[in-house]
């Protein structure tokens, strides 16, 4: 069964600093990994979606890697702001097309 | 273009109690599916939908019935609640087969809790 880590459980940083949020996954037999934003009491929102060929992708201040052979991935959030606090959440979608989710990392940006 | 829609927002049930969490989307999407979320345990998966007509159990599917008639919705069904079924209920769709670029979108949640 895939089983999905995310390291740290939570982190503090202050607004404008640089930070590197990971995952590791058990099995490298994935389509695809996502990477989502969770606000208290809300729905998921998808930052960015990785696909099993390919090594990162970015949006905005957002990076994530993948290394599917290692079982690895990391969501680069570059200089920081307050409103960057939230749960981050990652999945990777398996051969049924089933997400597998990491417990996530909740980050709190100080002002 | 409304997305994946949940209903209700919030509820609160009886041991014993039935009821149906509604999920629709209006993106033609094949694949729909639920999750539940608890704290410190992260999203587990309990039924899926990879078409009308077609379901399969998740990983926590014990308790829940589902149904999927129309490609649009796809309704979970709690058949006599327990507290243990206090959660967060997140319904998700994306397109399936085997197509690899499958974005997933998730709906707001429904939060239950079972006194």
């Known amino acids: 069964k895939q089983e999905v880590t995310q390291i740290p459980a939570a982190l503090s940083v202050p607004e404008g600093e640089n930070l590197v949020l990971n995952c590791s996954f058990t099995?490298?037999?994935?389509?695809?990994l996502q990477w989502f934003r969770q606000d208290p009491g809300k729905g998921l929102t998808s930052l960015l979606l990785?696909?099993?060929?390919?090594r990162e992708q970015t949006s905005g201040r957002l990076n994530a890697s993948l290394d599917k052979s290692s079982g690895r991935s990391t969501l680069y959030i570059a200089a920081s702001q307050p409103g960057d606090s939230a749960t981050y959440l990652c999945?990777?979608?398996?051969?049924?097309?089933?997400?597998?989710f990491g417990t996530g990392t909740r980050l709190t940006v100080i002002p | 273009n409304a997305g994946v829609t949940q209903t209700p927002k919030f509820q609160v049930l009886k041991t014993g109690q039935s009821m149906t969490l509604q999920c629709a989307q209006d993106?033609?999407?094949?694949?729909m599916s639920w999750y539940r979320q608890d704290p410190g345990m992260g999203l587990r998966l309990i039924h899926y939908?990879?078409?009308?007509?077609?379901?399969d159990q998740g990983e926590v599917p014990n308790g829940y019935n589902v149904s999927r008639s129309t490609t649009e919705d796809f309704p979970l069904r709690l058949l006599s609640a327990a507290p243990s079924q206090t959660s967060v209920y997140f319904c998700?769709?994306?397109?399936?087969?085997?197509?690899?670029?499958?974005?997933?979108?998730f709906g707001q949640g429904t939060r239950l809790t079972v006194v």
């Open positions: 998700a769709s994306s397109y399936s087969g085997r197509v690899t670029s499958t974005e997933a979108f």
């Open positions: 099995d490298s037999a994935i389509y695809n």
């Open positions: 990785i696909q099993s060929s390919q």
């Open positions: 999945a990777v979608k398996t051969g049924a097309n089933n997400l597998f």
């Open positions: 993106m033609n999407h094949e694949y």
């Open positions: 939908s990879v078409g009308a007509g077609i379901t």
